[in-house]
């Protein structure tokens, strides 16, 4: 692959060669230096009207933004599941934390209610409690 990129105008020129003139591809591809693979892609891109190209394009552009967002916002469902199964697990080890602090005083017991949604928040408490 030589990496040579090649305007619209240049590719609509070189099909219009083949299916207007009546040209071989491997011919035109020849002349023009291009492989004959890329002479038929751009066959098969450039035959069709404008309009229709337009469309096609305009559909496979909303496509891959679609895919991109379905991959990301799977990844962020799949996320929350693993963050859900872990605060569900760790939920059982606050019970019992707190549970050991109730026989504390009615601040204790309300700061602790208040922190049990929170890991960070009992594991604060319970650093502050040492």
């Given at each position: 692959?030589?990496?040579?990129?090649?305007?619209?105008?240049?590719?609509?020129?070189?099909?219009?060669?083949v299916?207007?003139?009546?040209?071989?591809?491997?011919?035109?591809?020849?002349?023009?230096?291009?492989?004959?693979?890329?002479?038929?892609?751009?066959?098969?891109?450039?035959?069709?009207?404008?309009e229709?190209?337009?469309?096609?394009?305009?559909?496979?552009?909303?496509?891959?933004?679609?895919?991109?967002?379905?991959?990301?916002?799977?990844?962020?469902?799949?996320?929350?599941?693993?963050a859900?199964?872990?605060?569900?697990?760790?939920?059982?080890?606050?019970?019992?934390?707190?549970?050991?602090?109730?026989?504390?005083?009615?601040?204790w017991k309300?700061?602790?209610?208040f922190?049990?949604?929170?890991?960070?928040?009992?594991v604060?408490?319970?650093?502050l409690?040492?």
């Amino acid at each position: 692959m030589s990496g040579n990129r090649y305007t619209e105008e240049f590719k609509i020129e070189a099909v219009k060669q083949v299916t207007e003139r009546g040209h071989a591809v491997a011919e035109v591809a020849a002349r023009l230096g291009v492989s004959v693979h890329s002479m038929y892609q751009w066959v098969k891109r450039y035959s069709v009207p404008a309009e229709e190209r337009l469309a096609t394009d305009a559909q496979a552009a909303e496509m891959k933004r679609l895919k991109a967002e379905l991959k990301r916002v799977t990844e962020e469902r799949d996320i929350l599941k693993k963050a859900a199964a872990y605060f569900a697990k760790m939920s059982g080890y606050e019970t019992r934390c707190t549970n050991a602090y109730l026989g504390q005083s009615s601040a204790w017991k309300w700061l602790l209610w208040f922190a049990a949604g929170s890991i960070g928040g009992l594991v604060a408490i319970q650093t502050l409690r040492r």
